[in-house]
């Protein structure tokens, strides 16, 4: 098990940029796939993006490729979320979530440990 906290939400203009990070409990990150996701209002939570064990490979989201990035540091036991061109539509709370699946991990079914999301607001 592996305990996760979101930080670094808020609220920023249209075509801003924030940068989401969760820091983890634990001496075993690095075994974890790590993956954000988001809840918008009245909406299904929904995959972002996941990073592999030693951050060598990424997969994204096509609604947000290209504009968002993720990361870790297994070092500080830490993955991040940079996201830039921001539109109203990201609006929503964000999850960082550990998976002890393969790879790629898409669904947050397979996600064993959450966070307890940040809220990201973006206005028009």
């Known amino acids: 098990q592996v305990q996760l906290v979101e930080s670094g939400g808020g609220l920023v203009q249209a075509g801003g940029s924030l940068r989401l990070t969760c820091a983890a409990s634990?001496?075993?990150?690095?075994?974890?796939?790590m993956g954000w996701f988001r809840q918008a209002p009245g909406k299904e939570r929904e995959f972002v993006a996941c990073?592999?064990?030693?951050?060598?490979?990424?997969y994204y989201a096509d609604s947000v490729k290209g504009r968002f990035t993720i990361s870790r540091d297994n070092a500080k036991n830490t993955v991040y979320l940079q996201m830039n061109s921001l539109k109203p539509e990201d609006t929503a709370v964000y999850y960082c979530?550990?998976?002890?699946?393969?790879?790629?991990?898409?669904?947050?079914?397979?996600?064993?440990?959450w966070g307890q999301g940040t809220q990201v607001t973006v206005s028009s």
């Open positions: 979530a550990a998976a002890s699946t393969g790879w790629p991990t898409l669904r947050a079914t397979d996600y064993n440990n």
């Open positions: 634990g001496r075993t990150f690095s075994s974890y796939v």
């Open positions: 990073i592999s064990w030693s951050g060598g490979r990424t």
